[in-house]
């Protein structure tokens, strides 16, 4: 079975600073992976997806993700952090080569603090 | 254009009621796909629905949810004689096509409170 861990569900850094948001995933197969955010009382936006063109995957708002296959990993990245930048962030993965169904993470709240 | 809307945004009903929460997708697309995030679950996915091919159902939880999608567009979660553990926020999304790669679009959601 598929499944993604998201390790911290509380992250906070600077305002400036550095922002990684940890995921890994375990598949059988090759996977198809997400990161999406979530800002109050709104839904889930794509940040950006990997479909296996490119292991460097670069999002909007400054955000991008590598995936690694020997860490089973797809990391979230933006090099300097903005206040507009805290929400929550989820990471998922599609289930299988039927369905379009995603299997998300608990999701990691980003605090930036000034 | 348009994006995914869901009525109503908001919905306090009393346990045992029957409750419809509607879903409009973006016009032409052909997937459509209920979640529902609760703060002891987090984000699970419920059915989809694509195109003319019967719906995948797998993740209702029970036979008290049911869905359906008329007309290839707008769809309708229903919930039967509702508990305080369906309490909250019914997510809609769509896609133009069916596909591990394809994006999903979200809907602000639906919050529901069950008294």
């Known amino acids: 079975a598929q499944s993604v861990t998201q390790l911290g569900s509380h992250v906070s850094v600077s305002e400036g600073a550095l922002v990684l948001l940890r995921c890994n995933y375990s598949?059988?197969?090759?996977?198809?992976l997400f990161w999406y955010v979530q800002y109050p009382n709104q839904g889930l936006q794509l940040l950006l997806k990997?479909?296996?063109?490119?292991?460097l995957v670069k999002g909007i708002n400054g955000f991008e993700a590598e995936f690694k296959k020997s860490e089973t990993s797809f990391h979230l990245t933006k090099p300097s952090a903005h206040m507009s930048d805290a929400a929550e962030y989820f990471c998922?993965?599609?289930?299988?080569?039927?369905?379009?169904?995603?299997?998300f993470g608990q999701g990691t709240t980003l605090q930036v603090k000034p | 254009g348009a994006g995914v809307s869901q009525s109503p945004s908001n919905k306090v009903t009393e346990k045992g009621k029957d409750v419809e929460l509607r879903c409009d997708p973006i016009?032409?697309?052909?997937?459509l796909y209920w979640y529902r995030q609760s703060l002891g679950q987090g984000l699970e996915f419920l059915i989809y629905?694509?195109?003319?091919?019967?719906?995948?159902k797998s993740g209702l939880p029970s036979d008290r949810f049911s869905a359906e999608r008329t007309g290839g567009s707008v769809s309708t979660l229903t919930i039967q004689r509702t508990q305080q553990e369906d309490s909250a926020v019914y997510l809609c999304?769509?896609?133009?096509?069916?596909?591990?790669?394809?994006?999903?679009?979200f809907g602000p959601g639906t919050r529901l409170l069950v008294l």
């Open positions: 999304a769509s896609s133009w096509a069916f596909g591990q790669e394809e994006t999903q679009y």
């Open positions: 598949s059988s197969v090759p996977p198809y």
């Open positions: 990997y479909t296996s063109a490119a292991t």
């Open positions: 998922a993965v599609n289930h299988s080569s039927n369905t379009g169904k995603l299997i």
């Open positions: 016009s032409g697309h052909t997937a």
């Open positions: 629905f694509q195109g003319n091919s019967a719906p995948d």
